[in-house]
């Protein structure tokens, strides 16, 4: 019996020493001490020993099985040693290089000088208001006196929406102008009234550098009690001013918007030139920036104002082109062209 065992027990050391895996020594260990291995069977043998033998050969076989154990355990610590060095020699990384930052990106120049023009009308008590890009006829066009067959129509081609219509706002269009936001703030905030609305607009048209069917404009409305064009003239002479950091004056031509009587158009000296005249403002000194004009009275109505208490005025300029003024921008499409090498210059 004694030979048995010793002879298992040299089996068993050979094979641990052999086994190159954690699951080869494993099984070894299954093989020996596991619940039907060979060391066990002999201990649950031991019963139907003698008296005289049963001391020894337990303890004998106890000691065995200790042995056993032990040698698995140093071998598992040896394996699991040689892998993580293994590990360790082929994922080393240089914690010496240095690391690759992250490119950070920056808001479009567009985007840049909107809010720019925003907050200086905010200083001025203006409130920035927002609309939908989808918008009825009738906002675009009814509510600020431009009939079905007035000829402004022609002048702006016009995205239609197939197939939605009711009765009072007619077909949807992909707005203008941002001036539908006259008619909707008069009616949702009554007057007196201060906003500014910066906006996409659409109009079909063959693009080419100065041309996009997609621009930006910004709308502007003033009503209160005893308002007329001069504070439109201050308004303006002010915003440029400090937009572009130094005195800009500003004239007023006649201008016909069927929303607008008076109309004007506004224009303001040449930043360029200072007045003497260059390519920008094509040899005039003057720049030609803006629509605008004192509310008709039909337009005050639609909004649900009464024209005989309250007057005022609105304007609509480009923020595209402002901003093409600004950076000296030879082509409308570089804007929404989404080249990096164009946009990383802001
Ligand atoms: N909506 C006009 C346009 O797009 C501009 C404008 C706005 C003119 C407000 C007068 C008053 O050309």
Redesign the pocket.
């Known amino acids: 019996m004694k030979e048995k065992l010793k002879k298992l027990l040299s089996l068993a050391l050979k094979e641990i020493e052999a086994g190159s895996s954690l699951s080869t020594l494993k099984e070894i260990e299954v093989k020996f001490i596991g619940r039907k291995g060979k060391l066990t069977e002999i201990l649950k043998g031991i019963k139907d020993l003698s008296e005289k033998e049963k001391p020894i050969i337990g303890q004998l076989a106890n000691q065995y099985k200790n042995q056993i154990e032990t040698a698995i355990a140093d071998k598992t610590v040896e394996i699991n040693k040689a892998e993580i060095e293994k590990a360790l020699a082929s994922e080393s990384i240089d914690i010496t290089i240095p690391g690759q930052k992250p490119e950070l990106g920056h808001i479009h120049p567009l985007y840049q000088v909107q809010k720019e023009v925003e907050e200086i009308f905010n200083q001025m008590g203006f409130t920035v208001v927002d609309g939908p890009e989808i918008e009825s006829e009738y906002y675009n066009f009814e509510g600020l006196n431009i009939p079905e067959d007035h000829p402004a129509r022609d002048c702006?081609d016009t995205f239609f929406i197939k197939g939605k219509e009711d009765k009072k706002h007619k077909r949807l269009v992909l707005r203008?102008?941002?001036?539908p936001l006259?008619v909707r703030s008069m009616e949702k905030y009554g007057a007196p009234l201060r906003i500014i609305v910066p906006g996409r607009?659409f109009r079909y048209e063959a693009t080419d550098a100065s041309h996009d069917a997609t621009f930006h404009?910004v709308?502007?409305m003033l009503i209160d009690k005893n308002i007329s064009l001069a504070h439109l003239k201050g308004v303006m002479k002010e915003f440029l001013s400090r937009l572009f950091g130094k005195e800009v004056n500003v004239r007023f031509r006649p201008?016909y918007?069927p929303?607008?009587e008076p109309?004007v158009e506004l224009d303001f000296s040449c930043l360029i030139c200072l007045g003497a005249g260059c390519r920008v403002c094509k040899h005039t000194g003057w720049v030609e920036f803006?629509?605008?004009?004192m509310t008709h009275p039909n337009v005050l109505k639609a909004g649900g104002i009464d024209s005989k208490k309250y007057q005022g005025w609105?304007?609509?300029?480009g923020l595209t082109r402002l901003i093409m003024m600004r950076y000296a921008i030879n082509d409308i499409r570089l804007l929404a062209g989404g080249d990096l090498r164009f946009t990383k210059q802001f």
């Open positions: 702006q203008t102008h941002t001036s006259q607009v404009q709308e502007g201008g918007f929303f607008v109309g803006m629509g605008a004009g609105a304007f609509g300029f």
